[in-house]
């Protein structure tokens, strides 16, 4: 995890964690911690009193905090400018909004209204609508910046509107209106989608709805209106909402965002999908009895499924053995079968989208604000079905890169690898030239031997072949 | 009662009335979202007027029909 200030303490300052001046997130011995202000002490002091915390962190809603008695350790390291010191518990792993589904950030933009709403009938709201202020845990978000919450301001309008507009309604709204997916140009704009930029991208039918009206269009007329008007002469401005009308505004607005059609999905969520592959079924339930002799003997605890497509192996793999699952795929439509799978069956599964030909890069302030992919997920072992052919054949890449790259990610892990003579790969092939002089499967075990022992190679009725790796950590 | 002693408690409060805005906030809420909120709370309560007079006015023009068709209703009384 990347950090800045690196002092002899053992402290590190995390480099994502540096707006608010309210408080820093630092990390020490793999613990999480946060500094506060005597003002933020105070609020949080309140915060608690009001029980508000108490039912959020009950609900698994928001991070669980202990406060560091004074005389800690930790405590005194830290600069006397910072009043007290929170520990927090630690996540399993961090994921960002570009890389959720459709359905999954609908689901944090909800969340986030429905956490504002609540915290509004204990006279508190929150400071910021950032999407990085929600994490995932499997398929349910959690909130993480407990500084957020500050106290209602009477009458005071909601200062985060417009940051809420930009992270979560106007992606959401793009694609839902348009079919296109917003992440790409969500992970390039991190402070989110400017209003004025939907506005003019959305199709005529999106008016016809009040909140898109106020929320996207009237929002990008006045934007737009005062960036031509030029600088104002800087007094503050006095405005009042009151709270009555703010509940009635927040609330009509998480119904819309709730029922905003989700263009991923098929209405028949479930079909299609399951019958997809060239298998046959003894090969499938083949592949299944693998998998789960392998989750059971090495039972790891962060499990990676790449090209996980509607999640069925890593559901295999977490009844097996293994204690969580990220899925990553590139197909949004399987992604959302993924969710639906994880949301039924109630597994421990994070379906993520992601281009593993180009993962999630580092970002933000010095490239240190919000890690890279590799960076931030640190599996103990991957899947990698059916993939090896998408990167070799599909993406040009060499079979050496491909397998070097697989063997980095994770010390243990089962690839399949697919023969030429698969109808698959005969369907890739059937309108190139083919150059893949080194896709076969002599050179993709000669290429894992240099990175890896291969601790067992088994071949599927398929012709399919399923290759164990290991390789020291 | 000294006038000094009561000046700085009021400047204090008109300054605090001054920033309607949480000072914990740090936050850019933005001004065209701020127009906006404004309008919204401007339409809101122009709605709320609306539909309270609305409802007067409907009772008033109904009490007044009310009273004419008695009137006019031949041998009730």
Known sequence: ?473 | MKEGSLLRPVMATMVLLAFSSNAWAYLDPGSASLILQGLIAGLLSAAAVTKLYWHKLKQFFSGKKATEDDANKPGTE
């Open chain 1, 1 to 473: 995890m990347p950090h800045t200030q690196h002092k002899e303490s053992g402290l590190l300052w995390n480099a994502g964690s540096f707006k608010d001046p309210a408080g820093r997130v630092f990390e020490r011995d793999g613990r999480i911690f946060r500094t506060m202000t005597a003002a933020t002490a105070g609020t949080i002091d309140r915060f608690e009193a009001s029980g508000l915390y108490q039912r959020l962190s009950d609900a698994q809603k928001l991070v669980r905090h202990e406060h560091l008695p004074i005389n800690d350790d930790i405590c005194k390291s830290v600069d006397t400018v910072w009043h007290a010191v929170l520990e927090h518990e630690r996540l399993p792993y961090l994921s960002y909004a570009f890389e959720w589904p459709f359905s999954l950030l609908q689901r944090a933009a909800v969340f986030h209204l429905d956490v504002l709403l609540e915290s509004l009938q204990s006279d508190f709201t929150l400071s910021d609508a950032s999407c990085y202020n929600i994490q995932f845990i499997n398929t349910k978000p959690i909130f993480i910046d407990t500084l957020s919450f500050i106290d209602y301001v009477d009458n005071a309008p909601w200062l985060a509107h417009k940051q809420f507009c930009e992270n979560f309604l106007n992606p959401l709204i793009l694609s839902a209106y348009t079919g296109v997916p917003y992440h790409p140009w969500l992970q390039s704009r991190l402070n989110g989608l400017p209003s004025t930029e939907v506005a003019s991208l959305l199709p005529f039918k999106a008016r016809l709805s009040v909140n898109a009206l106020v929320h996207v269009f009237a929002l990008a007329k006045i934007e737009g209106a005062l960036r031509k008007a030029g600088p104002t002469d800087g007094t503050q401005r006095k405005n009042t909402l009151s709270k009555h009308a703010l509940v009635l505004m927040l609330t009509s607005l998480r119904d819309y965002c709730a029922n905003l059609r989700n263009p991923f999905t098929d209405r028949s969520i479930w079909s299609g999908y399951e019958s997809e592959n060239s298998y046959d079924d003894a090969s499938q339930s083949q592949k299944a009895e693998i998998i789960s002799g392998f989750c059971a003997r090495y039972k790891p605890e962060l499990l990676l499924d790449i090209g996980c497509n509607t999640g069925r192996y890593s559901e295999i793999a977490l009844a097996h053995g293994a204690t969580r699952a990220i899925g990553v795929d590139g197909d949004l439509n399987a992604l959302e079968v993924a969710v639906a799978r994880a949301d039924k069956k109630n597994l421990n599964l994070l379906p993520l989208y992601m281009d593993c030909t180009n993962p999630s890069p580092a970002l933000g302030w010095n490239n240190l604000e919000r890690p890279g992919f590799k960076s931030r997920i640190k599996p103990d072992a991957i899947l990698a079905l059916a993939l090896i052919h998408h990167l070799v054949i599909g993406a040009n890449i060499s079979m050496a890169m491909a397998v070097s790259w697989l063997v980095s990610l994770a010390p243990r892990g089962v690839i399949e690898f697919i023969p030429k003579s698969d109808i698959m790969i005969r369907n890739m092939l059937s309108t190139r030239i083919d150059i893949f002089q080194d896709y076969h499967i002599d050179c993709f075990l000669a290429e894992l031997r240099q990175h890896a022992s291969i601790e067992s190679t088994i071949t599927l009725d398929s012709e399919r072949v399923l290759v164990t790796y290991s390789r020291p950590t």
